[in-house]
């Protein structure tokens, strides 16, 4: 007997979120429910507008599996992920984060099925959990204060750049820094233009422990980022540029690290080619999120301890998550011994 079952939801920020592209209050979500002979494996698609999907295509493409009868001959003893995720791929272009829904509810159906929880189906080891960062999102100085204030639990901060000029960028790192030392991620989504001055930005960073540096430039410019990452004292990651698992090739060599996002890679079954594929080429990985509930963060979380960084503070942005709010300990998202994702 299979049910599949899905609900729009708009994730509500707790701040405005501004990065290099827009401003937005909440994200448009999609969560799904896949039961087979009674148990039932959760998905999320988040759709940040500026992707390209909505609410619409992701159901259109929820009902076009459902028409096609995808999962028909699902078989809850033994769910052959592989086989299932890449029908559903094959269905249509695009739509990566309506795949990612069918991949997450698919794995947490699975590992239910299996008695063991998620982390444990994908062979990850709960010692080796990374810290989580807290995003800080573009704001005037005194909310910019108030956000690094309240970060508390979290050890690491992300801050995004990107503004209106370097300088009001060079204004926002100073601000953070006076009231914490905590180390920060720096993600500029594209938003910086010239090379140079970007070099000698990226220098001043280095000198604000700043870990590392995400997108600074247009996702396309390959150029650009190569000529930064063979210059800068910091590691220059791809997120933007570096979606799914055809793109490790092309940020190879141009960027020295790669973020990957559920919602980017169409899921955990990619998520984890892209991981041995960026381990072979010696590139270290940052996991990371869009605006999301515990359901598509706990499934990342699961993952993370393969990742050398963690950006899974989607629950912590937000006000109305539909799900608890995962366990942070020692700035880590802790894994528990529940059955799937844990939710
Ligand atoms: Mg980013």
């Known amino acids: 007997m299979l049910n599949i079952q899905y609900r729009t939801y708009d994730l509500m920020l707790r701040y405005p979120f501004r990065i290099a592209l827009m401003t937005r209050t909440y994200t448009p979500l999609v969560l799904l429910e896949i039961e087979v002979e009674g148990i039932t494996g959760y998905g999320e698609a988040s759709m940040p507008p500026y992707l390209g999907e909505t609410q619409e295509t992701c159901i259109a493409f929820i009902e076009k599996v459902k028409k096609n009868n995808i999962l028909k001959n699902i078989d809850i003893q033994n769910i052959d992920l592989e086989y299932f995720i890449n029908e559903i791929d094959n269905l249509e272009p695009q739509n990566k984060a309506a795949k990612a829904a069918f991949d997450i509810a698919l794995h947490d159906l699975k590992a239910k099925a299996e008695g063991i929880p998620l982390w444990q189906l994908l062979g990850s080891d709960p010692e080796k959990m990374p810290k989580t960062t807290c995003t800080l999102g573009i704001d005037t100085p005194?909310?910019?204060?108030?956000?690094?204030?309240?970060?508390?639990?979290?050890?690491?901060?992300?801050?995004?750049?990107?503004?209106?000029?370097?300088?009001?960028?060079?204004?926002?790192?100073?601000?953070?820094?006076?009231?914490?030392?905590?180390?920060?991620?720096?993600?500029?989504?594209?938003?910086?233009?010239?090379?140079?001055?970007?070099?000698?930005?990226?220098?001043?960073?280095?000198?604000?422990?700043?870990?590392?540096?995400?997108?600074?430039?247009?996702?396309?410019?390959?150029?650009?980022?190569?000529?930064?990452?063979?210059?800068?004292?910091?590691?220059?990651?791809?997120?933007?540029?570096?979606?799914?698992?055809?793109?490790?090739?092309?940020?190879?060599?141009?960027?020295?690290?790669?973020?990957?996002?559920?919602?980017?890679?169409?899921?955990?079954?990619?998520?984890?080619?892209?991981?041995?594929?960026?381990?072979?080429?010696?590139?270290?990985?940052?996991?990371?999120?869009?605006?999301?509930?515990?359901?598509?963060?706990?499934?990342?979380?699961?993952?993370?301890?393969?990742?050398?960084?963690?950006?899974?503070?989607?629950?912590w942005l937000t006000t109305n998550n539909p799900f608890e709010t995962p366990i942070l300990r020692g700035g880590k998202i802790v894994l528990t011994n529940r059955l799937g994702i844990g939710i």
Do not use: H, Y
């Open 142 to 315: 005194s909310v910019l204060r108030k956000k690094a204030a309240e970060a508390t639990d979290f050890d690491l901060l992300k801050i995004k750049l990107g503004s209106d000029s370097l300088v009001q960028d060079r204004e926002i790192i100073e601000t953070v820094r006076s009231v914490t030392d905590k180390p920060i991620l720096v993600d500029a989504n594209q938003g910086w233009k010239d090379p140079e001055a970007v070099l000698d930005f990226v220098a001043w960073l280095d000198t604000q422990n700043t870990l590392l540096v995400e997108q600074p430039f247009e996702k396309t410019n390959f150029e650009a980022a190569a000529w930064l990452s063979s210059r800068s004292p910091l590691p220059i990651f791809a997120d933007e540029s570096c979606q799914r698992l055809s793109d490790i090739p092309l940020v190879t060599g141009a960027f020295s690290g790669i973020n990957i996002k559920l919602m980017k890679s169409t899921g955990l079954l990619e998520a984890r080619k892209m991981i041995t594929a960026a381990r072979e080429r010696v590139l270290p990985i940052l996991i990371g999120c869009m605006s999301e509930t515990s359901c598509a963060i706990m499934s990342a979380a699961a993952l993370a301890p393969q990742c050398d960084f963690a950006d899974l503070d989607g629950p």
